[in-house]
Antibody
Framework: QLQLQESGPGLVKPSETLSLTCSVS??????????WAWIRQPPGKGLEWIGS???????YYNPSLKSRGTISLDTSDNHFSLKLTSVTAADSAVYYC????????????WGQGTVVTVSS | QSVLTQPPSASGTPGQRVTISCSGS????????VNWYQQFPGTAPKLLMY???QRPSGVPDRFSGSRSGTSASLSISGLQPEDEAIYFC???????????FGGGTRLTVL
């Protein structure tokens, strides 16, 4: 069964770059027909889709990020990453990685989430 | 402000039927499939319903989904205490060119 695990620093300074990794186990990213995605949830608030990437194909980002986000796939090491530049306190949230089956729009597997706080 | 609109709260007593609404537009619910997620405090969301009314393995048939025009609904029949959670609707949005979420509905079982 496919499992996801987020990792990364829990504290990032304002204006710096947030970098997170999602390790994938139970499936090969290069052969699985999934989009690999990031979602976040600010404290006490709802869910926000950040972006999704497909192996060898398209990448989509939420326009609200104003081009600050980049999702990259490392199929040799079976993980994918999120980089978010020029962070502010508004980027403080629980960050989840998730999968979207090909030709669908729902998130069927989720990581447990990792808390990121932006503060000096 | 969320693209999809949900009531912030809902409640019911055990055994009752509860319906949670999700309102959108022709660029999302009206033209794409709606999905629902269930989230308990401190845990990751879990897929509850996809393609409007399809339940993943393990989701009880007490949960059902529907769509009418640009609105969708999640119904829970035979409400149980363990159903107390936050429920989020979501759909692909053609204008956003991405996934839009509702703000979430906190369900309380009285």
């Amino acid at each position: 069964q496919l499992q996801l695990q987020e990792s990364g620093p829990g504290l990032v300074k304002p204006s710096e770059t947030l970098s997170l990794t999602c390790s994938v186990s139970g499936a090969s990213m290069s052969t699985s027909k999934y989009y690999w995605a990031w979602i976040r949830q600010p404290p006490g608030k709802g869910l926000e889709w950040i972006g999704s990437a497909y192996y060898g194909g398209n990448t989509y980002y939420n326009p609200s990020l104003k081009s600050r986000g980049t999702i990259s796939l490392d199929t040799s090491d079976n993980h994918f990453s999120l980089k978010l530049t020029s962070v502010t306190a508004a980027d403080s949230a629980v960050y989840y990685c998730a999968t979207i089956p090909e030709a669908a729009s729902y998130f069927d597997n989720w990581g447990q989430g990792t808390v990121v706080t932006v503060s000096s | 402000q969320s693209v999809l609109t949900q009531p912030p709260s809902a409640s019911g007593t055990p055994g009752q039927r509860v319906t949670i609404s999700c309102s959108g537009s022709s660029s999302n619910i009206g033209n794409n499939f709606v999905n629902w997620y269930q989230q308990f405090p401190g845990t990751a969301p879990k897929l509850l319903m996809y393609f409007i009314n399809q339940r993943p393995s393990g989701v009880p048939d007490r949960f059902s989904g529907s769509r009418s025009g640009t609105s969708a609904s999640l119904s829970i029949s035979g409400l149980q205490p363990e159903d107390e959670a936050i429920y989020f609707c979501a759909a692909w949005d053609d204008t956003l060119d991405g996934v839009a979420f509702g703000g979430g509905t906190r369900l309380t079982v009285l």
